[in-house]
């Protein structure tokens, strides 16, 4: 059995010909003018005449809407719209960069850049830091890393949310900044290319 998400069910929705069951319809022909209101049997005539399908439209209007057009042609317009709205449709994931209360300089920038080009490529992204047994006496110094970071980054991201501890982990989530919906600049993508290699 098909899922009920499928395709072809999602098509079965849509009433054409025969199958449009209201007393009386709102008809639009094949060149978008108003035919008026009028039984789906006359409208359905009409549409037979042009060598054309009657399509119910808008279902909810009062009366439903229906178009005399071709129903193959109508289903295939109705796919390529519906990608085209998907592919504008940016999925945003949120990536995750840890850090250590004993992190060194270098392990530091490694993640820093790592943040920047997360954000460039318009992902969000969750910093971490776990403290470690005693570590939990030094939250602070958690606190500054973080913070630091945020800093670092700049008008790359903007902070969604600010440190908090949950648990044993300091963590922070940061967003792309609007400005890096806008193609980024050259010089931008320059700075952050030495850290590929670093990252790699």
Do not use: W
């Not at 978008?32 to 005449?49: C, N, S, W």
């Not at 004993?102 to 992204?125: C, I, M, P, W």
């Amino acid at each position: 059995m098909p899922p009920f998400n499928d395709k072809r069910s999602q098509k079965s929705f849509i009433r054409t010909n025969e199958k449009i069951r209201a007393r009386e319809v709102r008809v639009i022909d094949d060149n978008g003018e108003q035919l008026g209101i009028m039984a789906p049997f006359d409208a359905l005539k009409i549409a037979r005449e042009r060598s054309l399908d009657l399509v119910e439209i808008s279902p909810n209007a009062v009366p439903p809407v229906c178009r005399i057009q071709d129903y193959g042609k109508f289903l295939y317009e109705k796919d390529k719209s519906e990608r085209a709205a998907r592919k504008k449709q940016k999925v945003i994931t949120i990536k995750e960069v840890k850090f250590s209360v004993t992190v060194d300089e270098h392990d530091y920038q490694t993640k820093k850049n790592q943040a920047v080009r997360f954000l460039s490529e318009g992902d969000k992204v969750k910093a971490s830091l776990r403290f470690r047994g005693r570590q939990m006496a030094h939250r602070d110094l958690g606190y500054k890393i973080i913070n630091r970071l945020i800093m670092d980054i700049g008008q790359t991201g903007v902070v969604e949310f600010m440190p908090r501890m949950e648990g044993t982990t300091l963590h922070a989530i940061l967003a792309p900044s609007k400005k890096q919906e806008a193609p980024a600049p050259k010089k931008q993508a320059a700075e952050s290319a030495p850290a590929e290699p670093v990252n790699a």
